[in-house]
């Protein structure tokens, strides 16, 4: 399977899309905002800082971010494809991430770009609520992903919470730092020819659909089931 790199504005379903591809084809998912709200969550004093950053919504340090992605990508679980989800963000992550392939002997792979109209953000944003016990991923303002309970995962039983990030002020400045900082990269890989788009303005099964048809359209380069 070929490696993917996730690139789309908050809210877009990168999260969504990334899980329900390591169910159809067992990717292994890495999410650089889970690394760091797992390092937040230990209450130390960098876990306390990045905490802080995330809830304002802006940048952890690219050096925290490397480190954390860098000790992720060792792990035998990567050898048979990942999805990055939410790295990188820049063009110099983008630069310092062809650095990590060459050195850890990685496939770049391929580049799929999400595009949402800003207007779906807020709702996908606001409604989102998250397992704490499975990471399942719920939106209470779309039926289609509702849970039964607000306050309970359907599949777990676990309690679904909201991020501290997922809110009107810090999505401001989540969506104006992607424009102007995360759409860039579009160019940087469509000029490495590696990079894709597909809509997701439909919802989570119409992309994850467009997305397969896409990926198996790439010939030999996933494992079909
Ligand atoms: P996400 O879960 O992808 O929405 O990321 C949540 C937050 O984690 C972002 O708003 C940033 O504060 C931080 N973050 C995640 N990935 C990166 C990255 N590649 N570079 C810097 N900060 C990041």
């Not at 999410?31 to 130390?44: I, N, V, W």
């Not at 062809?98 to 949402?116: A, C, S």
């Not at 860039?184 to 119409?206: F, H």
């Amino acid at each position: 399977m070929k490696n993917l790199i996730l690139i789309a504005a908050p809210g877009a379903g990168k999260g969504t899309l990334a899980k329900d591809l390591k169910e159809k084809y067992g990717y292994t998912h890495i999410s650089t905002g889970d690394l760091l709200r797992e390092a937040a969550a230990k209450g130390d004093e960098l876990g306390n800082k990045i905490h802080e950053t995330l809830t304002k919504g802006e940048f952890v340090s690219d050096d925290i971010v490397l480190a954390a992605l860098k000790n992720r990508l060792m792990n035998d679980d990567c050898e048979n494809g990942y999805i990055l989800d939410g790295y990188p963000r820049t063009v110099k992550q983008a630069e310092m991430y062809d650095d990590i392939v060459k050195e850890i002997n990685k496939d770049l792979g391929m580049v799929i770009v999400l595009d949402i109209d800003k207007e779906l953000l807020i709702e996908r944003i606001t409604g989102r609520r998250l397992c704490r016990g499975c990471d399942a991923i719920y939106n209470i303002y779309n039926p289609e992903l509702s849970p039964k309970d607000e306050h309970t995962c359907d599949k777990c039983g676990g309690e679904l919470y909201q991020r501290s990030d997922d809110n009107l002020e810090s999505l401001e400045t989540r969506y104006n730092t992607y424009i102007e900082k995360t759409q860039p990269l579009i160019d940087y890989y469509n000029n490495k020819n590696c990079l894709y788009r597909v809509s997701s303005n439909e919802g989570s099964k119409v992309t994850l659909k467009r997305v397969i048809e896409l990926l198996e359209t790439q010939g030999d380069s996933v494992d079909k089931n």
